[in-house]
């Protein structure tokens, strides 16, 4: 009974993001088959493409995924950024920042509460800091290869590229290349064993 | 005084309303005296499970408890399961996910925003991921004993056992057992100290 009235209300709920999606933003691609649960925060800047495949899903509240998310998902996109997402992947409650580039392969599941960053924010100068100077930033490509499984609170930082198959345990911070085939997990991220 | 006799009488009223809500639709479910339950709390029991929540426990949602956390309680109890709840324990804003076996002793105090897991939620070779073959996700029970404390954010992950009166660290993620008497704090956690009386 709830589940039949969750899947009614997802499928109004997406159709009313599609709408606002196509209306608002021109330059992002969604696919077929879209499901969207509870709130979705977007800030696309017009100069980025963004292309979001089929079959995925969106999670973002406690009622929808009891694993414990306790925020919604949050795609953000800034100037000349690139972000693609493959198909039939799944997110629940996950932030991504792309301000450079992101690509996230097909059949990829990230846990609750994963962030995904392809930036620092902040320049590492403090006298930048002091100023703002946006120029001086430090950014690198994200890539997250195809059937990978990111655990629940983890932190994706700039620059790592994540094998195919590969599997990043509940809390870790990957700040390094995860080779395919291989589970990492801990703070500073290490190397556990090889998926079997 | 008086936004205090109001905030009591509000939690008495809220507590009703779970407890009523989770008898007549859960018969399987075994709630002691005296429990408060403050803030939100999401249930989804299955009909085949064996729960039990002991007297005194305290379940409090995490945007009532100034913490910085705006997260509900949210307790899952899968086909088959198990979940023991001592006496006497409090949680804010805890995540509990039950697919086996979850044991919680007596006098136990969970920090804000921690999550106690006994699944992988997914398989560990990607064709299972891909079919979505829930036979093949893996996962082993949960015990954790008497007086233990648990630290804000910190995460506990299938097939643990913590002993009596450990410590845990805000932040720490645990997948290996802890003995008695010891904090272990870090991502993944690791030993301290041994706690002295």
């Known amino acids: ?196 | 005084m008086f936004y205090g006799r109001y905030y009591n009488a509000k939690n008495v009223i809220n507590t009703l309303k779970y407890r009523y809500y989770i008898k007549l639709k859960y018969l399987n479910v075994e709630i002691g005296k005296n429990i408060k339950i403050i803030g939100r709390m999401f249930i989804s029991f299955h009909c085949d499970t064996k729960i039990n929540i002991g007297n005194n426990v305290v379940f409090r949602a995490a945007s009532h408890s100034d913490l910085g956390f705006y997260k509900p309680i949210s307790i899952t109890v899968l086909k088959n399961a198990e979940l023991l709840v001592g006496d006497n324990s409090g949680f804010t804003g805890t995540a509990i996910y039950v697919s086996k076996k979850i044991v919680i002793g007596k006098y136990c105090n969970f920090g804000g925003n921690t999550t106690i897991w006994d699944t992988d939620f997914h398989p560990v070779e990607f064709k299972g991921r891909r079919n979505h073959d829930e036979t093949k996700i893996k996962s082993a029970p949960v015990i954790i004993g008497d007086n233990v404390f648990v630290g804000a954010n910190s995460m506990i992950l299938k097939g643990v056992t913590i002993g009596d009166r450990a410590i845990i660290g805000a932040g720490s993620i645990v997948f290996k057992d802890i003995p008695a008497d010891e904090i272990w704090t870090g991502n993944p956690a690791k030993f301290l100290t041994k706690i002295v009386n």
């Open chain 1, 1 to 196: 009974m709830r589940a039949k009235y969750y899947r009614i209300k997802s499928i109004i709920n997406t159709f009313i993001y599609i709408c606002f999606i196509g209306l608002r933003y021109p330059n992002v691609i969604l696919g077929k088959n879209l499901k969207i649960f509870g709130k979705l925060y977007l800030s696309i800047q017009k100069t980025s493409v963004v292309n979001i495949g089929n079959n995925i899903i969106f999670r973002s509240a406690t009622k929808y995924n009891y694993v414990g998310i306790n925020k919604p998902v949050t795609i953000s996109a800034s100037n000349n950024a690139l972000l693609s997402i493959g198909d039939n992947s799944g997110f629940s409650g996950v932030s991504i920042y792309c301000s450079n580039k992101i690509l996230i392969g097909q059949y990829v599941n990230c846990g609750g509460n994963v962030f995904i960053w392809d930036t620092d924010f902040h320049p590492l100068e403090f006298e930048a800091r002091k100023f703002n100077d946006i120029t001086k930033i430090k950014s690198a490509p994200i890539i997250i290869g195809d059937d990978v499984f990111i655990g629940a609170n983890s932190i994706i930082l700039k620059g790592v590229t994540i094998g195919n198959r590969a599997i990043i345990g509940a809390g870790s911070v990957i700040s390094k290349d995860v080779p395919e085939d291989e589970i990492w997990a801990g703070n500073p991220a290490r190397f556990l064993r090889k998926c079997t």
